[in-house]
């Protein structure tokens, strides 16, 4: 008898089916416990929104809040200070003073013959009736914004002009008729 050296052996092609019939099985079994659970997953996750999982949380929203609340005190701090700013500078503008920072409102004073009535800076003159003279003894003379012109000291002073005192050195207006009414703005002083 023979001993055929391929007995006992499969043909190879029939050896690869064997193994392909294991393997198929086993990659399906498992493709099936990954889709399972993947869909287990999928299913306990919370609806976006929902209680479990909410769009933002309380302490986030808590903290916002507190960080409002914070601007607010903020900005009603600096109201505050704008607001005593702002009644500073009222006064400061009704209040007759020297320079620039005259009364809000014109005055008018009556001078009689010889008086004087010297500006301070930034002073508004308006002859309104009488007559009356430039006194400036700096010689630069005095500004008539109604005219374009500087009426230098002894000079006749036109009516209803618009005259600026510059500075607080001695200028103004002396009265020449026996009265004479002035509107001021500013502060002054009235000199026999």
């Known amino acids: 008898m023979?001993?055929?050296e391929g007995a006992g052996r499969q043909p190879v092609g029939e050896n690869r089916n064997r193994r392909g019939r294991r393997v198929w099985p086993a990659a399906?079994?498992?493709l099936l416990l990954l889709l399972a659970g993947a869909g287990y997953v999928l299913a306990d996750t919370a609806q976006p929104g929902g209680a479990e999982d909410p769009l933002v949380t309380r302490s986030y929203v808590l903290q916002q809040v507190d960080m409002l609340k914070e601007q607010i005190v903020l900005l009603r701090r600096d109201l505050d200070q704008n607001k005593q700013s702002i009644e500073q500078l009222q006064q400061k503008v009704e209040q007759?003073?020297?320079?620039?920072?005259g009364p809000a409102a014109w005055q008018?004073?009556?001078l009689e013959k010889?008086?004087?009535?010297?500006g301070g800076a930034g002073c508004e003159l308006v002859l309104r009736g009488g007559t009356a003279t430039v006194l400036d003894p700096t010689g630069n003379g005095l500004s008539d914004l109604t005219a374009g012109t500087d009426p230098k000291n002894g000079s006749p002073v036109p009516r209803n002009h618009?005259?600026?005192v510059p500075r607080d050195d001695g200028r103004g207006l002396k009265a020449t008729a026996s009265k004479v009414w002035i509107m001021y703005r500013g502060s002054v002083t009235i000199k026999e």
Do not use: F, H, K
Request: aromatic residues 0%; hydrophobic residues 50%.
């Open 2 to 4: 023979r001993i055929d």
């Open 28 to 30: 399906l079994l498992l």
């Open 96 to 101: 007759p003073g020297a320079g620039g920072s």
């Open 108 to 110: 008018i004073v009556e």
């Open 114 to 118: 010889g008086q004087r009535l010297l």
């Open 162 to 164: 618009l005259l600026l």
